[in-house]
């Protein structure tokens, strides 16, 4: 004898070891037959492990919505089984199957990567996956009168999702790992940018974003309610006796307010347009920041193969990119999924199986063939993308060489230079505006079909005037094609959806690289604060190269001992300008060490290390800004009064105070308003006012005139008084005070004393001294007599 359920009220006979039996059973179905499901949700996503399985890309999005689907549909199963009579063999009949796809796709994707699997096998595979669809087509023998075909609906969901995976399993096991789309690179993407998007340290905020959650839940049930008040408005007006229903009509239009007639209109979306524009500008001030900060960590080595143009341009695009995800995620595809969902059980549960199935199936092949052409479109977009950041960057550098330019009258070879670069854009653009436009002709072709038969679906159960016993009115038709209407547009506005978010993952990507680049220089851990005193400085057997493998330094070691100064003097490229950074860290040495009072730089902070050490530039930029806020940069906490002493210790206070607008005169960018002497007392003050225990003159007076030069000279000995001082410089009359001369050559030591020591010696400084006399002996003689002339005045 069959036994049979309705509920177990119902059971019979009234066993209780039945209904207990029966209770195991619907437990045990429901965890085997989201096994699964679960695996996929728990271990692989948030691991990402199936973002460089291997997948085909547009099969990821098909597992994806197949265990989706089974998350949320197979439990219903069990539900159903409660609510109808089934026979207890059918029943174990759907068990055995969920039992079986769930082992047979979890074990191929498992071992997809380890054995290719014979083929008699995967055809196997694939005539039972087509047995298990069969209760489809015969589903009138299978399920005998009396059974809904909600619960039918519910088995071919399951199992053709299963096959899915199953599918995806056998295609994915010979491709290439490397091989990720951009929406594997923005799952990963969106991992680590959360810190910068959730406002953890605010509750305001906090509450602002679950507030903008609500109004989209809301905004969800009156899409629903708009298509039922249309039908009963319509039913009352084409009833027999017809009457003014000015309340559903107000409620109606009142919901309509609230929804809008686009994607951005409404009251709703208008509030929470605003609420989140807090959340907007929060996120887009932590990763700014974030970014800011991050590149002034990287090394000088990093900055030096970089162009500043191109660095900017995308940090501008990363977080514009990355504001348009944000809005696109939350406020379209999830109210978008969601609005598909609801739509989707509402034609199941108030219409029949025709009315569901028509609307997902188009649903399905809608969403996969947008996924497959903008995947392939991906090529193109990058393409584009590249090439219009070479133009960019062409064109920024060609301004800030601006000057050079004119010196060589090569304006139309830059010009010419950004044309070409921009051409090769323009055809990067055409292929992906091309390739767009096939986009949109499939996706409205699918719409279309969608709607046509839809239409005709609905009017034909109308005319019969029954549908599973129940009458129809006009009021029903409108009911359909409104909300079939509603449904389609999330999914018509799901191409730009998808093409947007992608061309947002592929923007973001250069600058997710920025934040992954590593911080070669940082302090070490247990780093300790720079002693003041004594100020000592050695190099032990110091070597350096960069990274092109050149050395650049080889086994260097000297000391200089506290108040002293040392001047470093050699050949162009014998690493002079080298020791400035190695001093300053802004590179760590390949071999030896560099010491501060006897403690190894790399075990002091680099903060504290910087702070106690003032350099005077070869090329000194200045910010674009006035003069007070370039000289204050040495001491931010300095007074008016400090900076005006800074200045007159530089002598360039009265140039200054001759200006009309004095210290708030602006220098220009990189201080192009200011000659090159002025630039270097600029740079003289601001060491004065920092105050260091270290000074380091790397080619202080490389920029000035032999006039200047020495005007100056008193300036930097000033500043050197009874600090440990370290000057680069190659004319040699600037270093004859020196307390010892090192003479570098390819990175080594090869002369060292005093100016008369070296003289003696008749080395390469000897050498340099006489070419540089005979050289510089007419200009400096013309000089003398100019000041002589001016003094006898």
Request: charged residues 20%.
């Given at each position: ?27 045990l179905?429901?965890?085997?037959t989201n096994s ?16 460089r ?16 689907i ?92 299963i ?8 295609t ?57 008040y249309?039908?009963w ?112 059980i ?37 393409a ?23 010196h ?46 839809g ?8 005319v ?28 018509n ?10 061309r ?8 997710r ?22 100020g ?11 990274k ?14 506290p ?38 730089i ?74 090159g ?51 680069v ?65």
């Amino acid at each position: 004898m069959d036994i049979y359920f309705c509920s177990p009220k119902t059971l019979w006979p009234p066993d209780i070891c039945a209904i207990l039996l029966f209770y195991l059973v619907v437990f045990l179905f429901l965890i085997i037959t989201n096994s699964t499901s679960i695996l996929f949700w728990k271990e692989v996503l948030p691991g990402q492990q199936i973002l460089r399985s291997g997948y085909l890309k547009p099969i990821f999005y098909l597992v994806l919505f197949g265990h989706l689907i089974n998350s949320l549909f197979l439990p219903l199963i069990a539900l159903f089984c409660l609510r109808h009579w089934l026979s207890f063999q059918l029943l174990l009949l759907f068990i055995l199957n969920s039992i079986f796809w769930s082992i047979a796709s979890f074990r191929l994707w498992i071992n997809r990567f380890k054995y290719d699997l014979p083929i008699l096998l995967n055809f196997s595979y694939a005539i039972f996956a087509l047995i298990s669809l069969l209760p489809f087509v015969f589903w009138r023998i299978c399920f005998p009168n009396g059974i809904y075909e909600s619960y039918f609906l519910i088995y071919v969901i399951g199992v053709s999702n299963i096959f899915f995976i199953f599918f995806s399993c056998i295609t994915g096991r010979a491709l290439k790992r490397e091989e990720e789309s951009a929406w594997a690179n923005g799952i990963s993407w969106i991992v680590d940018i959360w810190p910068y998007i959730w406002p953890r340290k605010s509750v305001h905020l906090q509450l602002t974003v679950l507030a903008c959650l609500f109004i989209l839940a809301i905004g969800r049930a009156i899409n629903v309610l708009i298509p039922l008040y249309s039908k009963w408005i319509v039913d009352v007006l084409s009833a027999p006796e017809p009457y003014f229903c000015w309340q559903l009509i107000l409620i109606a239009s009142i919901f309509k307010f609230l929804q809008g007639s686009g994607a951005q209109g409404g009251l709703l979306n208008t509030i929470r347009s605003f609420l989140w524009l807090q959340i907007q500008q929060y996120t887009t001030l932590e990763i700014e920041v974030a970014l800011l900060r991050h590149l002034h960590s990287l090394s000088l080595s990093w900055h030096l193969s970089r162009r500043t143009g191109e660095v900017l341009r995308i940090m501008e695009k990363g977080v514009d990119s990355m504001n348009t995800l944000l809005n696109y995620v939350l406020f379209n595809v999830l109210p978008s999924l969601l609005d598909i969902i609801l739509a989707s059980i509402f034609f199941f549960t108030n219409f029949n199986i025709y009315f569901g199935f028509l609307v997902l199936f188009t649903m399905i092949i809608y969403l996969i063939s947008t996924v497959i052409i903008s995947e392939w479109r991906i090529s193109h977009r990058r393409a584009m993308n590249e090439s219009d950041k070479r133009a960019g960057a062409i064109g920024v550098d060609s301004l800030i060489n601006y000057e050079t330019i004119k010196h060589y009258n090569a304006e139309e070879l830059e010009t010419q230079r950004y044309k070409a670069a921009y051409q090769i854009y323009q055809k990067a653009e055409y292929k992906a505006n091309a390739s767009l436009s096939a986009l949109n002709f499939c996706q409205n072709s699918i719409i279309g079909f969608g709607l046509i038969s839809g239409c005709l679906l609905a009017a034909y159960f109308i005319v019969s005037h029954n549908i599973e016993g129940k009458m129809l009115s006009a009021g029903d038709y409108v009911l359909f094609t409104t909300y079939l209407l509603q449904l389609y547009g999330p999914l018509n506005f799901f191409g730009t959806i998808y093409r947007t978010i992608q061309r947002s993952f592929i923007d973001m990507e250069n600058m997710r690289e920025l934040l992954k680049q590593d911080i070669e220089i940082k302090d070490a851990i247990g780093a300790k604060e720079l002693e003041a005193f004594p100020g000592r400085i050695e190099f032990c057997d110091v070597s350096f190269a960069y990274k092109t493998g050149h050395p650049v330094l080889q086994n260097l070691s000297f000391i200089v001992d506290p108040g002293q100064t040392i001047a470093l003097v050699g050949p162009s490229g014998s690493g002079k300008t080298t020791i400035v950074r190695l001093l300053f860290r802004l590179y760590d040495v390949t071999d030896g060490q560099i010491l501060f009072n006897g403690t190894d730089i790399r075990m002091l902070k680099m903060h504290s290390l910087r702070s106690r050490i003032g350099i005077v530039p070869q090329d000194t930029v200045l910010f674009n800004d006035t003069i007070r806020y370039n000289i204050r940069y040495g001491r931010p906490t300095a007074t008016n009064e400090e900076i005006e002493g800074a200045a007159k210790a530089a002598a360039i206070h009265n140039f200054i105070t001759s200006h009309p607008d004095g210290y708030e005169c602006l220098v220009g960018e990189r201080g192009l308003k200011l000659s090159g002497g002025e630039k270097q007392r600029v740079a003289i003050a601001r060491a004065v006012l920092k105050r260091p225990e270290y000074i380091l003159l790397d080619e202080a007076t490389s920029a000035l005139d032999s006039k200047t030069e020495r005007s100056i000279q008193q300036n930097l000995f000033e500043l050197c008084n009874r600090r440990t001082c370290v000057i680069v410089a190659h004319r040699l009359s600037t270093v004859i005070h020196a307390d010892k001369i090192l003479v570098l050559k390819e990175g080594k030591i090869i002369e060292s004393g005093t100016h008369e020591q070296l003289l003696e010696n008749k080395g390469l400084y000897s050498e340099m001294w006489l070419l540089q006399n005979e050289k510089g002996s007419g200009i400096d003689l013309k000089i003398n007599n100019e000041e002589e002339e001016i003094n006898g005045k």
